[in-house]
Each structure stands twice: as structure tokens, then as C-alpha cells.
């Protein structure tokens, strides 16, 4: 039996809810009260960040959040660069890691509506290198649900095989699939960034543009995500976020050491579906918004109700209480989520109608989120 044959009851009990944002409606500023926000609540989950950069547990964050289309925080705390005493501001740009995931796999989606993709084609219908014994079953949906099988480690593929000398996101994948999945595809969860650079492959085999291009022109330009991209760009490093590694030493303190810094050059020489993205609060919290819209944003619209529905179903377990979307880690109670390595986590909040985010670049460090989260909760004093 597949794993989802064996979840269709979590399916059917975990309802869509409607967002009460007006549809289309874009992102403004206001005050707490206007959205049905303790004011009071919000500083609180403001201080629980400028408590930790005060005790060097976390380098700088920026945090947002909105209710019905209204910003009712917006915080920059501590530093983008500590040594340099360069100050984190509201736009500065953060590395998002696997919090590309939703974002590639709403690329993924828009093709499927297209009719250039479907969520049961086997990737063997694209890819050559998928057509042998071990990689013949893999679909598209089970490379979005986390579901292909693959346990392809380094987490973080090398790039050792080249196409006409020039390093290609399409050539490693074809290498997943002459290595193919170890356990039987659809039978089991387990996180694969090989499954979501795969997808990347697909994206620009069904589209035929390169990745980057395809979700500037089909997301970041119709959502004015300006900031966006997924390489580092020169003349907007002086924006970026340096990162800091937090680990305990031998006696259980605390210490960061410099990794990322705005001039090193890139980690991979590819644009990859995995990971890659840098982008601002404001800029992420538009793509957030669309979502919560049901897959509008003004007077455009990205995806259809029935796929942003399908994206943040639980597609696959993952945990006691939590499952895998297309992109999204899905809990019971309908709120959706993603994080990344470097420190960026959001969430979508369908039923408060509200998104939250807590970018920063300590990861290691101590991390108020879930308390964040809490708080934020608790600051919902109306509907």
C-alpha cells in the first residue's frame, strides 16, 4: 500500500480554510488593532529577539507579521555584520535556503496547470537517466511530497560532471537518477534536496528556460519581488546578511564563527532547486501573502485555489502531528511552514489568516521562534 493510500484519512481531516483576506488584496502597513492584534503581545514577541541579540545567542533578525493583508510588524534587530558594526535594517538580504523549496515547487505547480507537467508522470518521461529498474517509478508528485525514495547523500550534491564544459543543474540530476532511490518510491518520507533539484531539472525541461529565468518571469516580476534572486548579485551585497554559526564549546557556552560573508564567492556554480534563494522579509512576505490569498496577489494571479489547496495538504508523514506538502510542512491544525539552514523560518496561518516570519543568519544559535510564534498567536484578540 503507498504511503498515500495510507494517509487519505489525514487528507479528508485536514480541510482548506478559506482566507478572509479580500482575494487579490496586497500587503500595507498598519496598526495592530486595525487587523485584531494585541499591540502589547507583538512587543513582547518583539523583546523575546532583542533579549537574545543582547546575550550574543543570536546575531540580528528581522521579523514580520501581517493579518488581513496588514503589516502590523516589522522589525530589524541587532547586526547584518557585527564586526563591521553594520546595523540588520528591514531590507536587508537574507540567504533562504530551503525556504526556496515553496517557491520551486509553486513553479512546479504552475506548469502542471499548464499541461506541461503532470503529478503523475514518471520522471523517465523526461530524463533518460531515470529509465532503469531502480528510477523508472519516480513520479513528480512523490519528488514534491518528499516521497522518491531517494536517500542520496552528501545532503549537498557535488558537481563533478559537466555539459560541454559548463557545470549543469540537469547533469547532477542525472546522476540521481543513474544512482537511484534506495527504498521503494512512495512508501516513505525522506527530506531530499536531490528530489527538489530534480524538480528544478523538470521546471526548465517543461518550461525551456533556465531556472532563474522561469521564476523571475512567472513569480518574482508579477509579485514585484524585487530583492529577490538566486544568486548573489554585486551590486546589492552590501545588503546582505553575514552568517554566523552558532555551536556550544566544550563547556556549554555559546560561540559563533563567521561563515557566509557578502564578498565569498558562491557555494555551487549553479542555480539549484534545493536551496539558493536570497530574498527580504517583504519581498518572501508577498509570496506568503499570495498563498494566504489563494494563489493571488492584486491584479494577478499565480496559482489556482485548487493547487494552493493542493501544496499545503499532508501529502506524506513526517512526524506525530505534522506531514509534507508540495514545499510546505503541513501540521494538524492547517498552519503551514518551511525553515532553512542558515536561519530563515515563515509560516502561513490560514484559519487566523496571518503569515509570520523570523529571518536570521545565526543558525546554531538559541532561537525564540516557537515562543515567537506563540506570542504572536496570543496577540489575536479578534477575528
Given amino acids: 500500500m503507498t504511503l498515500r493510500m495510507n494517509l487519505a484519512v489525514a487528507l479528508t481531516a485536514l480541510t482548506f480554510l478559506a482566507p478572509r483576506t479580500q482575494e487579490g488584496g496586497v500587503l500595507e502597513y498598519g496598526l495592530p ?14 523583546r523575546l529577539y532583542r533579549d537574545a541579540v543582547e546575550k550574543d545567542e543570536l546575531r540580528g533578525a528581522v521579523l514580520m507579521v501581517a493579518r488581513h493583508g496588514r503589516i502590523v510588524l516589522h522589525e530589524a534587530l ?5 564586526g563591521y558594526r ?3 535594517e528591514k531590507d536587508t538580504l537574507f540567504r533562504m535556503a530551503s525556504n526556496t523549496k515553496p517557491v520551486v515547487a509553486t513553479a512546479a505547480l504552475i506548469l502542471v496547470e499548464e499541461g506541461k507537467l503532470n503529478l503523475e508522470d514518471r520522471v ?36 563533478d560532471e559537466k555539459s560541454e564544459g559548463v557545470p549543469t543543474l540537469r547533469a547532477a540530476v542525472d546522476k540521481f537518477g543513474k544512482e537511484g532511490p534506495q527504498v521503494e518510491p512512495g512508501t516513505s518520507y525522506s527530506y531530499s ?47 546582505m546578511a553575514t552568517v554566523y554559526r552558532g555551536a556550544r564549546d566544550s563547556h556549554g557556552k555559546l560561540e559563533f564563527r563567521q561563515g557566509f560573508t557578502p564578498d565569498d564567492p558562491p557555494d555551487f556554480p549553479v542555480i539549484r532547486a534545493s536551496g539558493g534563494l536570497i530574498s527580504t522579509a517583504m519581498d518572501y512576505g508577498k509570496f ?18 485548487e493547487s494552493i489547496k493542493n501544496a499545503t495538504s499532508p501529502h506524506a508523514k513526517t512526524g506525530e502531528d505534522t506531514f509534507y506538502g508540495f514545499g510546505w510542512v503541513v501540521s494538524k491544525d492547517g498552519v503551514y511552514s518551511h525553515g532553512g539552514s542558515d536561519g530563515t523560518m515563515a509560516w502561513v496561518d490560514p484559519d487566523r ?29 479578534e477575528k
Fill in 288 to 305: 506568503l501573502q499570495m498563498y494566504l490569498n489563494g494563489g493571488s496577489y492584486g491584479n494577478v494571479r499565480i496559482l489556482s485555489r
Fill in 353 to 381: 489568516d496571518l503569515f509570520g516570519e523570523v529571518f536570521t543568519q545565526s543558525p546554531g544559535g538559541k532561537n525564540p521562534s516557537h515562543e515567537f510564534q506563540q506570542l504572536v498567536n496570543e496577540a489575536c484578540t
Fill in 86 to 88: 553594520l546595523p540588520m
Fill in 33 to 46: 488593532a486595525s487587523a485584531g492584534m494585541d499591540s502589547r503581545k507583538l512587543d513582547q514577541a518583539v
Fill in 124 to 159: 523517465s518521461k523526461y530524463f533518460d537517466s531515470f529509465s532503469n529498474g531502480k528510477s523508472r517509478q519516480i513520479t513528480l508528485f512523490q519528488l514534491l511530497a518528499h516521497t522518491s525514495g531517494f536517500r542520496i547523500q552528501p545532503i549537498l550534491f557535488p558537481f
Fill in 193 to 239: 534536496n536531490a528530489g527538489y533539484n530534480t524538480i528544478g531539472a523538470l521546471v526548465e525541461h517543461a518550461s525551456g528556460s533556465p531556472l532563474e529565468s522561469f521564476l523571475k518571469r512567472r513569480i518574482y516580476d508579477p509579485l514585484a519581488m524585487k530583492d529577490t534572486l538566486n544568486h548573489e548579485d554585486p551590486e546589492k551585497l552590501h545588503r
Fill in 78 to 82: 541587532g547586526w547584518r555584520h557585527r
